[in-house]
T-cell receptor, first 110, second 112 residues
Framework: GIQVEQSPPDLILQEGANSTLRCNFS?????LQWFHQNPWGQLINLFY???GTKQNGRLSATTVATERYSLLYISSSQTTDSGVYFC????????????FGSGTKLNVKP | SAVISQKPSRDICQRGTSLTIQCQVD?????MFWYRQQPGQSLTLIAT?????????ESGFVIDKFPISRPNLTFSTLTVSNMSPEDSSIYLC?????????FGPGTRLTVL
């Protein structure tokens, strides 16, 4: 199946700092999503972004499908941004199965 | 989008027992998905559940251990059978609409 790699695996930030999370994937995709898993375990949809750039408040994401990577930008980080960020892709050859990266664990300190 | 609810939200069970997790969606969907997330790990797909047919299980997961029901287009259950401490995980229900995936709040299971 498709390989999905996220980096860095762990990230510690001081509140107010900016960061970039990366997701590389090994094959063409129909969909790419970013999720935030909060400390209670709930997965929150951040972006549906198979290509292009989107922004939502302090968060933005860019996917360059031809180069098989996506970036998630977090600006002016807050302690509530802490948690695990997952990238998930839906390969072009299998419309029914999402493949998840291993996640980036973010800890924002006050 | 889709709004998904799961019951129970958490449970503590004794080894050898079984737990059934319920998943309810606010709209009709063709496929529902069940995932497991072991502590500190990413999500692993257990099976895909279509209404009116047997669930399709991923490698490493079997129907005897994780029986699934899908009686209609808005509801599914996952049973974790004959539990052991290794089954302690978060179990998540998911649906896909227009290629976008949505998750329920999860069921946090601890097996003693």
């Amino acid at each position: 199946g498709i390989q999905v790699e996220q980096s860095p695996p762990d990230l510690i930030l001081q509140e107010g700092a900016n960061s970039t999370l990366r997701c590389n994937f090994s094959d063409s995709v129909n969909n790419l999503q970013w999720f935030h898993q909060n400390p209670w375990g709930q997965l929150i949809n951040l972006f549906y972004i198979p290509s292009g750039t989107k922004q939502n408040g302090r968060l933005s994401a860019t996917t360059v499908a031809t180069e098989r990577y996506s970036l998630l930008y977090i600006s002016s980080s807050q302690t509530t941004d802490s948690g695990v960020y997952f990238c998930a892709v839906l390969p072009s050859y299998n419309f029914n199965k999402f493949y998840f990266g291993s996640g980036t664990k973010l800890n924002v300190k006050p | 989008s889709a709004v998904i609810s799961q019951k129970p939200s958490r449970d503590i069970c004794q080894r050898g027992t079984s737990l059934t997790i319920q998943c309810q969606v606010d709209s009709q969907v063709t496929m529902m998905f069940w995932y497991r997330q072991q502590p500190g790990q990413s999500l692993t797909l257990i099976a895909t559940a279509n209404q009116g047919s047997e669930a399709t299980y991923e490698s490493g997961f079997v129907i005897d251990k994780f029986p699934i029901s899908r009686p209609n287009l808005t509801f599914s259950t996952l049973t974790v059978s004959n539990m052991s401490p290794e089954d302690s995980s978060i179990y998540l229900c998911s649906v896909q609409t227009h290629n976008e995936q949505f998750f329920g709040p999860g069921t946090r299971l601890t097996v003693l």
